[in-house]
C-alpha cells in the first residue's frame, strides 16, 4: 500500500523529466506538447475529479518551479482541469477506447486557454497574443496522441483505480468495448 | 476513513485548492514568497539537472528524428539553401570542418569588441524553453560557476537577453523577445533614447518613447544604453533598424528593430558578471 503511493510521485518526476529534456526540444509551429497538462487530465480520468483536482495541484506546483511565468498558476489551472475532466468521465455513461484522447485534447485545449486568461488578469496581458490559437491548437492534439500512453501510466500509479472504467488495463483500449 | 470522506465531497476539495492556489499566486506576486520559491526552484533545479543531462544526451537522437519530422520542410527549403552555399564556400577553398567552425564561434565569442573588462562565463546552451507562453533558454552553467540572476548574456552577434534564475549547474535566460524583456537602446550621435521590448519568438522588437524630432536611419546598429540602474551595461548592440515610420502629429516613432543575436539558434553565450550600478 504505502509503496502504490509512492507511484504517483515517480510518474510526476519521471514525466517532468520527459518534459524538460525531450518534449520541450520537440516543437511543432514552434509550440511544444505539454506533458504535466495531459498527466493532470489523465489523473482526473482514472481517479475521479477530487483526486484529479489533488494531483493536478501538486502536479501544477511542481510544473511551476520550472517555468518563468507567474508561480502558481499552473497549480490553479491543473486543479480545475484534473477536477473538470473527473466530472467529465464520471458524466459519460458509457466507456470507450476513444474518449481518453477526446477529453483530454478538450481539456488540454481549455487548460491552455485558461492558463492565459489567468496569467493576462494577473497582468501578464502578452500571454493573450496572437499565436494563442495555435498554441491551443498544437497542445491539445499533441497531448491527445499522447493521452493513450499517459493513461497507461497513470493506470499503473492507482492500481486500485477508483472509476468504474477508466482504468486502462482491460475495458477503454479494447475496441468495440463499448459497445 | 479520511480516503473516503474526501471522495465524498469533491466540490469541497476543489475549494480548498483553488483557495491554496489563489493565496500562493498572490503571495508570490507581493514577492513574500521569494525566498521559498526561489530555494525550491535551486532545490528542484538540482535535483533533476544531473537526470536531465543524462536522458537528453541519451536521447537526443529520437528528439532530433522528431524535430526533423516535424518541420521537414523548412528543412527541405534549409537543405537546399546550404547545398547552394556549399558550392559556394567550395569554390572558394574554404571548407571549414565543424569542430574548427564550432571553436570559431567560440573564439568570437572571446573576443567581443564589446563589453571589454567585464568578468564573464562562457556556457553552452542546453534547452530550449520549458513553457509555450516564454522565450527562454537553458544553460549548462549555475550558481557554482559564478551565474547569478539578473547578470545580462550576450553572443557574439549582440545582446541575448538576462539570466532569471539559478541552480547549481544551470541557469536559465529571458530572451530579448520575450514580451516580458524590456531594454533601453541608443540611437545615433547625440544619442536619442528608446526602449525596446520583446514581442514574442521570430518578432522583431517594438521600440517606443523615441522622439519624432530625431531621425532615425533604417539599418542603423542600436546599442544598449546603460543609463543609471538600468540592467545592461553601455553599448552592447542590441539590433539593426528594421522599419522605422513616423505618422503625421505622432508623439513618438514606430520602430522595429531585428535582433543581432541569432536567438533561435544559439549555441554559446557569455554570461557578464555584471550588476547595476546603484
Known amino acids: 500500500m504505502m509503496i502504490n503511493r509512492l507511484r504517483l510521485p515517480l510518474v510526476v518526476v519521471a514525466a517532468l523529466v520527459v518534459q524538460l529534456s525531450v518534449l520541450s526540444g520537440l516543437r511543432i509551429s514552434g509550440v511544444h506538447p505539454e506533458l504535466m497538462l495531459a498527466l493532470a487530465v489523465s489523473v482526473g480520468l482514472v481517479a475521479g475529479p477530487a483526486r484529479g483536482a489533488t494531483a493536478g495541484f501538486f502536479i501544477g506546483l511542481v510544473t511551476d518551479l520550472f517555468l518563468v511565468t507567474p508561480f502558481g498558476l499552473s497549480a490553479l489551472t491543473f486543479t480545475l482541469v484534473g477536477f473538470g475532466s473527473g466530472l467529465l468521465q464520471a458524466s459519460v455513461l458509457r466507456p470507450s477506447w476513444w474518449l481518453p484522447p477526446v477529453i483530454t485534447l478538450a481539456a488540454s485545449a481549455a487548460g491552455v486557454l485558461l492558463y492565459a486568461v489567468i496569467g493576462a488578469t494577473l497582468g501578464q496581458r502578452q500571454m493573450l497574443h496572437d499565436g494563442l490559437a495555435a498554441i491551443v491548437a498544437v497542445v491539445a492534439l499533441a497531448n491527445a496522441v499522447l493521452a493513450p500512453i499517459v493513461m497507461r501510466v497513470v493506470g499503473w500509479a492507482f492500481p486500485e483505480g477508483e472509476a468504474s472504467y477508466g482504468v486502462p488495463s482491460s475495458s477503454y483500449l479494447q475496441p468495440g468495448a463499448g459497445r | ?278
Do not use: C
Not at chain 2, 41 to 53: D, E, F
Open chain 2, 1 to 278: 476513513m479520511a480516503v473516503t470522506r474526501r471522495r465524498a465531497r469533491p466540490r469541497f476539495t476543489l475549494l480548498v485548492l483553488l483557495l491554496a492556489s489563489a493565496t500562493i499566486i498572490t503571495l508570490s506576486y507581493r514577492g513574500q514568497l521569494d525566498g521559498v520559491i526561489n530555494g525550491a526552484r535551486h532545490g528542484a533545479g538540482n535535483a533533476l539537472s544531473p537526470i536531465q543531462s543524462a536522458v537528453s544526451a541519451a536521447l537526443r537522437p529520437v528528439g532530433s528524428f522528431f524535430e526533423g519530422a516535424a518541420n521537414y520542410g523548412s528543412l527541405q527549403a534549409q537543405n537546399a539553401k546550404l547545398a547552394q552555399e556549399n558550392a559556394r564556400l567550395r569554390a572558394q577553398g574554404l571548407q571549414v570542418p565543424a569542430a574548427e567552425r564550432q571553436l570559431h564561434s567560440l573564439q568570437a565569442l572571446q573576443r567581443l569588441p564589446y563589453a571589454e573588462g567585464i568578468p564573464s562565463v562562457t556556457a553552452e546552451v542546453v534547452a530550449q524553453s520549458s513553457s509555450n507562453f516564454a522565450e527562454t533558454v537553458d544553460i549548462g552553467k549555475g550558481s557554482s560557476s559564478g551565474v547569478g540572476a539578473g547578470m545580462p548574456v550576450v553572443s557574439a552577434g549582440g545582446l541575448v537577453g538576462s539570466v532569471v534564475s539559478t541552480s547549481d549547474h544551470r541557469a536559465t535566460i529571458l530572451l530579448l523577445t520575450d514580451p516580458k524583456s524590456e531594454v533601453g537602446v541608443n540611437f545615433g550621435q547625440p544619442p536619442t533614447r528608446g526602449v525596446a521590448s520583446g514581442q514574442g519568438a521570430n518578432q522583431p522588437l517594438q521600440v517606443s518613447f523615441v522622439n519624432p524630432s530625431f531621425k532615425v536611419r533604417k539599418g542603423e546598429v542600436v546599442p544598449t544604453s546603460g543609463l543609471q540602474s538600468s540592467k545592461f551595461p553601455p553599448n552592447v548592440p542590441v539590433g539593426r533598424v528594421r522599419s522605422a515610420h513616423l505618422a503625421p502629429s505622432a508623439l513618438q516613432w514606430d520602430i522595429t528593430l531585428a535582433p543581432l543575436a541569432d536567438l533561435s539558434n544559439l549555441q554559446y553565450v557569455r554570461v557578464l558578471e555584471w550588476a547595476p550600478k546603484p
